[in-house]
Antibody, heavy 119, light 107 residues
Framework: EVQLVESGGDLVQSGGSLRLSCAAS????????MSWVRQAPGKGLEWVSL??????????HYADSVRGRFTISRDNSKNTLYLEMNSLKPEDTAVYYC??????????WGQGTLLTVSS | DIQMTQSPSSVSASVGDRVTITCRAS??????LAWYQQKPGKTPNLLIY???NLQSGVPSRFSGSGSGTNFSLTISSLQPEDFATYYC?????????FGGGTKVEIK
């Protein structure tokens, strides 16, 4: 059974840093494209970042709103996806979901982890 | 960036009604469109991928159609568990983008 479990969400001050983790089971994160999607309180879904499967060289993409501040990566030995976030802003406050990408759609999602950035 | 515009933003319907939600892309995206359902406090759930393919385990009352710039999600006979917010998402090019959502409410 495919499962994704995020962790690392916290309350941080503006300008701070944090790393989110997403532990996968039932498949290997290196074999599929993986992504982060966020949802601000009461708002819609916003794509954040994507890392291609290992066979595609690990190419990454970012939303303009996070490029240069966030870094997506994975640890194949731990079967875990990460999102390193720096220079955090109040507008980064959201529930962050990791998701597996299949047929260029997000077919499995984690339960989400809440990041709150205070000003 | 490709903008995804959903309409309506909300719809009130009764159990058994046929409901159609539309999603328009600001430029052609071929069939690279997915639909999701999200219930309050829950994780989004994939319904349709590549515009018209039903995700495994999703009831057949859900269907998707369209290509290019105009797409639709239809629920053929609304059930109590279908009251939720629905989102479209394009995957033709980066950045990947979602529509603003359509809330399906009980009439």
């Amino acid at each position: 059974e495919v499962q994704l479990v995020e962790s690392g969400g916290d309350l941080v001050q503006s300008g701070g840093s944090l790393r989110l983790s997403c532990a996968a089971s039932g498949f290997t994160v290196s074999s599929d494209h993986m992504s982060w999607v966020r949802q601000a309180p009461g708002k819609g879904l916003e794509w954040v970042s994507l890392i291609y499967s290992g066979g595609s060289g690990g190419t990454v993409h970012y939303a303009d709103s996070v490029r240069g501040r966030f870094t997506i990566s994975r640890d194949n030995s731990k079967n875990t996806l990460y999102l390193e976030m720096n220079s955090l802003k109040p507008e980064d406050t959201a529930v962050y979901y990791c998701a597996r990408v299949t047929n260029w759609a997000f077919d499995y999602w984690g339960q989400g982890t809440l990041l709150t950035v205070s000003s | 960036d490709i903008q995804m515009t959903q309409s309506p933003s909300s719809v009130s319907a009764s159990v058994g009604d046929r409901v159609t939600i539309t999603c328009r892309a600001s430029q052609g995206i071929s069939s690279w469109l997915a639909w999701y359902q999200q219930k309050p406090g829950k994780t989004p759930n994939l319904l349709i991928y590549t515009a018209s393919n039903l995700q495994s385990g999703v009831p057949s009352r859900f269907s998707g159609s369209g290509s290019g710039t105009n797409f639709s999600l239809t629920i053929s006979s609304l059930q109590p568990e279908d009251f939720a917010t629905y989102y479209c998402q394009q995957a033709n090019s980066f950045p990947l983008t979602f529509g603003g959502g359509t809330k399906v409410e009980i009439k």
